[in-house]
């Protein structure tokens, strides 16, 4: 059989579940607005429906949904070239998430380590939609058939779900009708930690938040969050090899090599050798100088909620456009009557 050609197209999602950090930023956001930039198709979603898989207060996921997507507009995408909508406007989603939970074995999501960490001690207690999550994952993906997503480390072990669902599916009816996608992770962020424990992931759900900067934290609180940023007592190393085994100086100076768009080595050729009294400063005006136009820009898009609604509106319409056909085409591979092709 030869394998079919799939046009290049990203997509990638953000859970409108709390603040957006520099993690999400950094891992995420800024390097959508890369592949936008780059010319290829890209599709973005804020996957509502993944962040009620742990109890949501209505009213708060509603204003979360439109934060996050004045985030994702403050970060550059533009939403006349993406196409940029929340999940549970396009209802192919969950329909092809069906069909993934009778493809996806119950072994497979059982070593999902992003489940065991969030239901915890008590996986009884926990939706049968946090155990399903990764299938409606891989369905957002699939059903635009897209080739490349650019997501953190974090995403890893679902992205490789995300293939062998597809391999499977392929298998299972014979067909060459979902690619194999490929994560990109790349670049000094992929793993932003937090300020309190670099050995920690940076994350919203942190009870603490000294440990991370939200995108709408003002210049006083980001400058004072990395003022206060756990450090070792020692100055950075000469080079990035010595950042080894100093996990909160090697975070420190990944965030800076990637706001400020240079590579690791780069950063350590200015500011190797230097204090953290000196080195800290440096970086907080770098990261005011880059996040407080979004903060504004967010302040600013959150005074119009009905434009948001619109962007959303009109970003699912042609979502659905890509979707349904592939859907249907999905449901008649699988021997559904009725389906329209
Ligand atoms: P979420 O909402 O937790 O995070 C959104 C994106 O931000 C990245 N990220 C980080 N990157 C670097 N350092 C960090 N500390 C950090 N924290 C978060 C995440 O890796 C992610 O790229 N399951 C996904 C959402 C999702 C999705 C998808 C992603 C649903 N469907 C389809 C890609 C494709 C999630 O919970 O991301």
Redesign the pocket.
């Known amino acids: 059989m030869t394998e079919p050609v799939f046009t290049p197209r990203v ?5 409108p ?1 709390g603040n957006l ?1 520099l ?2 930023y ?3 956001l800024k390097r959508f607005a890369n592949s936008q930039n780059a010319g290829v198709e890209s599709i973005f ?1 804020m ?1 509502d429906l ?1 962040a009620i898989t742990v109890w949501q207060e209505p009213g708060k996921l509603r204003r979360a949904t439109r934060e996050l997507a004045a985030g994702f507009i403050a970060s550059g995408i533009d939403p006349q070239k993406s196409i940029l909508f929340n999940q549970s406007q396009v209802p192919e989603h969950t329909q092809l998430a069906w069909v993934f939970n009778c493809v996806a074995r119950m072994g497979w999501m059982k070593r999902m380590t992003q489940f065991k960490d969030k239901a915890g001690k008590n996986a009884e207690q926990a939706s049968l939609g946090l155990f399903g ?1 990764p299938a ?2 891989a369905a ?2 699939l059903v635009y058939h897209a080739t490349h ?7 890893k072990q ?1 992205l490789e779900l995300t293939r062998d669902i597809a391999i499977k599916f392929n298998n299972d009816y014979g067909v060459d009708f979902f690619p194999i996608t490929e994560p990109v992770i790349e670049g000094a ?5 937090s300020l309190r424990d670099g050995t920690k ?3 919203k759900s942190d009870p603490s938040d000294m440990s991370r900067i939200n995108l709408t934290d003002d210049s006083d609180t980001i400058a004072k969050k990395i003022r206060k940023a756990k450090t070792d007592p020692e100055p950075l190393p000469l080079d990035a090899t010595g950042l080894e085994n100093r996990p909160e100086a090697r975070n420190l100076v990944n965030i800076y090599a990637a706001l400020s768009d240079q590579s690791v080595d780069q950063v350590m050729r200015d500011a190797g050798g230097k204090s953290f009294s000196e080195f800290k400063p440096m970086l907080a005006d770098l990261a005011v100088d880059k996040l407080s136009p979004i903060s504004t820009e967010m302040g600013r898009l959150m005074q119009d909620v009905c434009e948001i609604d619109r962007i959303l509106a009109e970003g699912a319409e042609r979502a659905r456009a890509i979707a349904t056909p592939i859907l249907q085409k999905t449901y008649e591979i699988a021997g559904m009557v009725g389906a329209r092709v």
């Not at 997509?11 to 859970?15: K, L, N, P, R």
Request: proline share 3%; with cysteine.
């Open positions: 997509f990638s999602g953000i859970q579940s950090t993690g999400n950094l891992g995420a979603c996957v993944h999550y409606l994952m957002d993906i997503v650019p997501v953190g480390e974090d995403q679902h962020a992929t793993r932003v930690m992931k940076m994350s």
